[in-house]
């Protein structure tokens, strides 16, 4: 089992920033990727950005040159900046192809609440 922490969410005025992490913890060998995704309410849930263990980042159109992904073995950053207030929306760590006892899979967290409100 691997469980993911998100922490960093709150409320910031618009053109403000916000630094998310998420910590992976439990039980497992490696972690393919991790990224982040997030889902406002009444929307579907959307990519936001990814970073694989080897490889370059991707970034969800509306958020380059804005937010940064990074990662530190197995916590991964959101670094955002100028949020706006089309930012808000619960922001979800992914954990994609974990390898532990049984065969790969994907694992979430509970999410963090981003609010942008002047």
């Known amino acids: 089992q691997v469980q993911l922490v998100e922490s960093g969410g709150g409320l910031v005025q618009p053109g403000g920033s916000l630094r998310l992490s998420c910590v992976a913890s439990?039980?497992?060998?490696?972690?393919?990727?991790m990224g982040w995704y997030r889902q406002a309410p009444g929307k579907e849930r959307e990519l936001v950005a990814t970073?694989?263990?080897?490889?370059f980042t991707s970034y969800a159109d509306f958020v380059k040159g804005r937010f940064t992904i990074s990662r530190a073995k197995n916590t991964v950053y959101l670094q955002m900046n100028s949020l706006k207030p089309e930012d808000t929306a619960v922001y979800y760590c992914?954990?994609?192809?974990?390898?532990?006892?049984?065969?790969?899979?994907?694992?979430w967290g509970r999410g963090t609440q981003v609010s942008v409100s002047s």
């Open positions: 992914n954990a994609a192809g974990v390898s532990g006892s049984g065969p790969k899979r994907d694992y």
């Open positions: 439990g039980s497992f060998f490696s972690i393919n990727a």
């Open positions: 970073i694989p263990s080897v490889g």
